[in-house]
């Protein structure tokens, strides 16, 4: 079953078990998918809506933070619900080992020597690890190698 439709299912589900929180997050997700489908005119596939996933991933966190520091601490907890229900949909996270291994790898693959070489490694390990790990950290860790 593609992730489309998984999630159109998901929607159904909450729907009958009136889940309006739920169903809510869904709604949000599935009119974000169809918003890049319009855009674009095409028919997203399963790597594609997981980016749009990661996406709303990435304004959550925002959100959250910036309602914390706000003292918004029932807003920040709806953008936490939201994050969870989202996060569903996201592939099995990478461990710690597998990353380090990947950008072992991929240092060598691409032959990079120095941190002016990041750019070559970071694409590579993009579509390796896309939704499977924040990219911001999996960049600190390429800094650290690249760097001695």
């Given amino acids: 079953m ?11 589900t909450a729907m009958r078990a009136k889940d309006a929180a739920r169903l809510g997050a869904i709604r949000l997700l599935l009119a974000a998918i169809k918003q890049r489908e319009v855009d674009e005119r095409i028919e997203l596939d399963d ?13 959550r966190r925002d959100s959250i933070t910036q309602f914390e520091a706000a003292g918004r601490q029932e807003l920040a907890d709806i953008e936490k619900f939201e994050s969870g229900v989202l996060q569903a949909y996201m592939p099995q996270a990478a461990s710690a080992e597998e990353i380090d291994s990947l950008i072992i790898q991929a240092i060598t693959n691409t032959g990079a020597a ?35």
């Fill in 47 to 59: 790597a594609q809506i997981i980016a749009v996933i990661d996406k709303m991933l990435k304004q």
């Fill in 114 to 148: 120095g941190i002016k070489d990041m750019g070559k490694v970071m694409a590579l390990l993009k579509t390796q690890l896309a939704g499977r790990a924040d990219m911001a950290q999996v960049s600190i860790h390429i800094k650290a190698k690249l760097a001695g």
């Fill in 2 to 12: 593609s992730l489309k439709a998984r999630i159109t299912e998901d929607m159904k």
